[in-house]
């Protein structure tokens, strides 16, 4: 995609508001008053991706989201964005996105700031290429023998019966990380908010959910004072499971503070077995766990 950037750079402090809790990315960073017995903290800290110095993915999201001046709600994220480039010299993340007719390209430092940013509108980004008409996301997909990120919407949008324009889509990104490759497709209509999950072979529809939505701004901050951190629950998971957490792989943590009880949702692979965990966030008791074979 040919750009003509407005580049600055910006040295910003990240203020990361409290709304943005509802599903937090679990770096560690939640202080904890609460230290679960025989945490093996040093076991967890080898595993840890981002130093606690650097921000996460979520927060370079944030933060390009809030120099634009748009919402959430507002902007589509492009198939694979944020991705972290290690290549360029700076380590930093790269965040595309689409919002109210234009498109946005930022780099953030893992130090929170802003490398380079441009920004263009839709129509004028065709006329400078147009051989874009077939999106380089979908020429990826198309690539990999997956289903185009249009048609994946437009099977979410059958299956809720709706058409485009009742909709708001709020994301639409291609997850290669799980098991099975699928598009996480989501939208509003109306009073409504759906979330589908759309197999990036097939089309066929996965997972989906449909629930009253609630504006962002309308849910009070989320007082993490009192909740154990995420890398005590992470160890909660692995002494229950027997694992070292060096060895595991594939290790997702998530804060939920959406649901009735806070609590951290928490994912690993070891030993040809995935194993879903969910810990109570201010307990540190286990709610929920799940240990599956992984077929190949």
């Known amino acids: 995609m040919k750009k003509s950037r407005i580049i600055t750079a910006i040295v910003s402090t990240a203020v990361i508001a409290g709304s943005i809790f509802t599903l937090a990315s679990c770096s560690g960073k939640t202080e904890s008053t609460a230290p679960a017995a025989n945490a093996d903290h040093s076991a967890v800290e080898k595993v840890s991706t981002v130093a606690p110095s650097e921000i996460t993915a979520d927060e370079a999201i944030v933060i390009a989201f809030n120099h634009a001046g748009v919402s959430e709600n507002e902007a589509v994220l492009e198939i694979g964005s944020p991705e972290l480039d290690k290549d360029d010299g700076i380590a930093h993340y790269n965040v595309e996105f689409t919002a109210n007719g234009f498109e946005y390209d930022y780099e953030i430092g893992l130090d929170g700031t802003i490398i380079e940013n441009g920004k263009e509108a839709e129509d004028a980004a065709e006329k400078d290429a147009p051989a874009k008409a077939e999106k380089a996301p979908d020429a990826k997909a198309e690539k990999e023998g997956f289903i185009s990120i249009d048609s994946a919407k437009n099977a979410a949008l059958v299956h809720a019966g709706l058409k485009a324009s009742d909709v708001k889509f709020k994301k639409a990104k291609l997850d290669t990380d799980d098991r099975i490759a699928h598009y996480d497709i989501e939208f509003v209509s109306g009073e409504m908010e759906y979330e589908y999950e759309i197999n990036a072979q097939s089309g066929k529809v996965g997972e989906f959910d449909k ?86």
């Open 211 to 296: 629930e009253r939505y609630v504006e962002e701004k309308t849910k009070a901050p989320v007082d993490t004072s009192s909740f154990i951190s995420a890398d005590e629950a992470k160890a909660i998971a692995f002494k229950k499971a027997g694992v070292n957490a060096s060895e595991a792989s594939k290790i997702k943590c998530v804060l939920d503070a959406d649901d009735m009880f806070a609590h951290y949702e928490i994912e690993f692979v070891f030993g040809g077995y995935e194993y879903d965990f969910d810990i109570n966030a201010k307990s540190g008791k286990i709610i929920e766990s799940d240990k599956e074979k992984i077929y190949r």
